[in-house]
């Protein structure tokens, strides 16, 4: 699916490596601080401390981060726009365009978001998702975008996630001291506070976060569904999301195991998607304006 060569690939990624390095910098500045100065609940308050990079993240990335990778421009197609801004008035989200940004850079995916806080709420579709989508299957794809922003994903997401960094700490919080006992003086590490320790800490939330990847992904998949069956309500469009499903199947297998989808799938296979449509469309009358009378 990529489209880049390998210079440009791999500029991005070091462009993304300054980024990480920064951020998780000051990730850890937070950490080691709370570790200090808390020897005894150190565990809660870490966990707060990455709640609220998480928040932060949510909200800065998309205004500060992402337009370091890709150009954002306005829509100048109303064929296309205004069919949007409409089911983006009927649902009250505080936007006056639509944004095109080049994903085509960098690779062949569709994708689109609806992201922002405090007046910098954008509309945003990548240009692959022009090329490569009718008008029905592109009003789909956005108004599942606007049912994350409405069923405020991000919040429920980031009270998911808090609930992993919580599990994340307290197993580092066993692990890491009984290890410490056990082979501290061989490795030098004198606890948790010690900026030697971070090796051992980060392997026990790696393989924390890696044991709970089925919750992870099931916790994403289930607001996923959400934002599909508020997409079909909204966009009254069962052909488009059957249709984009069937596209999305050139990356995502269409018809997994029930264990696979459980394990891997961090959304709903297309074989879910699909028959989420056929039912709404078997249930549904068609929307369209009414016959004139003969």
């Known amino acids: 699916m990529a489209t880049q060569n390998f210079p440009q690939w791999f500029g991005e990624q070091m462009l993304m490596v300054a980024v990480d390095l920064i951020v998780t ?8 601080a709370v570790f200090r100065r808390a020897p005894r609940t150190w565990w809660i308050w870490g966990t707060v401390v990455a709640i609220i990079f998480t928040i932060l993240g949510i909200m800065l990335a998309p205004v500060y981060i992402e337009p370091l990778f890709n150009t954002y421009k306005p829509l100048n197609d109303p064929a296309i726009s205004e069919p949007i801004l409409a089911m983006a008035r009927a649902n009250e989200i505080p936007v006056t365009q639509v944004f ?45 975008e606007m049912g994350h922003y409405i069923l405020n994903h991000s919040i429920k997401l980031v009270t998911y996630f808090s609930l992993f960094f919580l599990a994340g700490f307290l197993a580092l919080r066993g692990f890491f001291q009984g290890a410490v006992t056990k082979w501290g003086d061989r490795w030098g590490v004198r606890g948790i506070a010690d900026p030697a320790g971070l090796p051992l800490l980060s392997l026990i939330f790696s393989t924390v976060f890696f044991l709970l990847t089925p919750v992870i992904n099931t916790a994403v998949r289930v607001t996923e569904r959400e934002a599909d069956a508020f997409s079909i309500n909204t966009s009254r469009e069962p052909d488009g999301l059957a249709k ?10 269409l018809d997994p195991s029930p264990m696979e ?16 449509a056929m039912d709404w469309k078997a249930a549904h009358l068609p929307c369209g304006p009414e016959k004139a009378n003969p």
């Open 25 to 32: 910098s000051l990730l850890l500045i937070g950490l080691y």
């Open 100 to 144: 095109e940004v080049d994903a085509s850079r960098q690779t062949k995916r569709v994708s689109a978001n609806v992201s922002g806080f405090l007046g910098t709420t954008r509309i945003a579709l990548n240009d692959n998702l022009l090329k490569q989508c009718t008008v029905p299957e592109i009003r789909e794809v956005m108004a599942h």
């Open 244 to 253: 984009v499903a069937l596209k999305l199947g050139e990356y995502r297998k």
């Open 261 to 276: 989808e459980f394990i891997f799938f961090d959304h709903p296979s297309g074989r879910a998607r699909i028959r989420m």
